[in-house]
Nanobody
Framework: QVQLVESGGGLVQAGGSRRLSCAAS????????MAWFRQSPGKEREFVAGIMWGGGGTYYADSVKGRFTITKDNAKTTVYLQMNGLIHEDPAVYYC????????????????WGQGTQVTVSS
């Protein structure tokens, strides 16, 4: 059974940085697409960034391009989301998600989800 465990959330000053981690277990992830989504109160869960585990191709929402970077560590089966230049639109619960195959940009595409980690931005 695939399990995803996020960590790294917390309170960050506006303009600051934070790195989120997603530790994956219970599967062979070479053919998986890993993604970060986020959800703030009253809004739908939205795609933030994704990475092909096998090929390493990356994808980003327009709102985070140039500020966020998604990477992976094959040995640790961990995916990271480096968030720089945090702004007031970024506070949310950030979720790690996994699906078999290629990119998916909607929540329904994903079979596996973590429990989420809260990111708060202070002004």
């Amino acid at each position: 059974q695939v399990q995803l465990v996020e960590s790294g959330g917390g309170l960050v000053q506006a303009g600051g940085s934070r790195r989120l981690s997603c530790a994956a277990s219970g599967g062979t992830f070479r053919s998986y697409f890993m993604a970060w989504f986020r959800q703030s109160p009253g809004k739908e869960r939205e795609f933030v960034a994704g990475i092909m585990w096998g090929g390493g191709g990356t994808y980003y929402a327009d709102s985070v391009k140039g500020r966020f970077t998604i990477t992976k560590d094959n040995a640790k089966t961990t995916v990271y989301l480096q968030m720089n230049g945090l702004i007031h639109e970024d506070p949310a619960v950030y979720y790690c998600a996994a699906k078999y195959g290629t990119i998916g940009s909607t929540t329904g595409d994903y079979s596996y989800w973590g429990q989420g980690t809260q990111v708060t931005v202070s002004s």
